[in-house]
């Protein structure tokens, strides 16, 4: 608790997400290291099938694992994100966006290649460093409320 607040979840950032996507070890540090600063807390990891290694070792170790993906990122096929390199890893436009989130909340991402990818989603992240977040959240929040997907802070309900 600083500054009146009190941490809600845990997510890795960056490099240290896409490792504990990737590696059991790494994923398994950060979900020990969440459980002794405070086993309440939520574990935010990727959704679909890449994510399991995160998931299963929140899980193991008893915390509450968030199912994260990312409206405003390109996935490959095998359910990564695109890299920030290639030319179309970054969604700018709203109206995409926001259909991308949609289509989340019902069970699925498209791919770069057209591959429809299932995923199981509770949580979006828009990257704060794309042009317009805030407008792109605004446009994620129309769009989920008008076809009646509740939005919620993460642990309520």
Do not use: W
Not at 38 to 49: E, I, S, T
Not at 74 to 103: H, M, N, W
């Amino acid at each position: 608790n600083v500054h009146g607040t009190k941490l809600s979840h845990v997510k890795p950032h960056g490099a240290l997400y896409l490792e504990a996507v990737e590696n059991q070890i790494t994923a398994k540090a950060i979900a020990k290291g969440i459980m002794s600063l405070d086993p309440d807390l939520y574990f935010v990891a990727l959704a679909g099938k890449k994510g399991a290694t995160m998931r299963r070792m929140g899980e193991q170790l008893g915390l509450k694992v968030v199912y994260e993906a990312f409206p405003d990122r390109a996935y490959t096929p095998e359910g990564t994100l695109v890299s920030r390199k290639q030319p179309g890893a970054v969604i700018s436009d709203p109206d995409e966006v926001a259909k991308r989130a949609l289509d989340m909340a019902k069970g699925f991402v498209t791919a770069v290649d057209g591959t429809k990818i299932e995923l199981f989603v509770q949580t979006l992240c828009v990257h704060g460093d794309n042009i317009g977040a805030v407008n792109l959240v605004k446009n994620i929040r129309q769009m989920l409320e008008a076809n009646d997907i509740k939005v919620k802070p993460m642990g309520k309900g």
